[in-house]
């Protein structure tokens, strides 16, 4: 059960990070530090996290998200005054994830997300997922924060460079796994 919660959540990570792919598309966050509460339909919450970021941290995590869709079709993107509407297609394994999202709000104070994913064929026995994104900045980075640190809500502080050597050993792990 956890393993397919695990790749579920990563899957959808995925699939999330190349609906916000683009920097030149999508709204720029402002420095200093965010609640982001991510909630995905049938699974529990993990609860908010706090991340402190300046904006050449938003760009490494942009990066990340343009190297995750490095598999997808060019995103389609719509903007509507504080609306961003994000449509991508991409291969993951052996499935096509699509996945249509829509952001809203000022990416200087609060945005939410809305992203619905759909899988052919299902993957790790998921056909369709919903996830939703809450954000808002709550001010400057606390005394002792670096830019690119994320504090998970058990307390645990993870920073820019773990999360990129972690997406790096994912991928070669990817890399590494049998094909089905």
């Known amino acids: 059960m956890m393993v397919s919660r695990c790749a579920a959540l990563a899957c959808l990570s995925l699939a999330a ?31 908010p996290v706090q991340q402190c970021i300046d904006s050449a941290t938003d760009n490494l995590f942009r990066q990340m998200g343009e190297d995750a869709a490095n598999k997808c079709a060019p995103p389609e993107i719509r903007h509507d005054g504080d609306r961003v509407a994000v449509h991508t297609v991409c291969k ?27 899988y ?4 790790h026995g998921m056909a369709k997922a919903r996830m939703s994104i809450d954000a808002s900045w709550t001010g400057p980075c606390k005394p002792g ?28 792990m990817r890399q590494q796994m049998p094909p089905r």
């Not at 993951?92 to 759909?118: E, W």
């Open 17 to 47: 990070a190349c609906a916000m792919a683009g920097p030149s598309d999508m709204p720029k966050r402002k420095p200093g530090l965010w609640k982001i509460d991510t909630k995905m339909a049938g699974m529990p919450s993990m609860g």
């Open 92 to 118: 993951m394994d052996k499935a096509t994830a699509t996945t249509d999202a829509v952001f809203t709000g000022k990416f200087d104070s609060a945005y939410r997300g809305d992203i619905d994913i759909s």
């Open 120 to 123: 052919d064929p299902p993957m």
């Open 145 to 172: 924060q670096k830019p690119g640190d994320i504090v998970m809500a058990n307390g645990q502080t993870i920073s820019a460079d773990q999360m990129k050597q972690a997406a790096e050993r994912a991928k070669a």
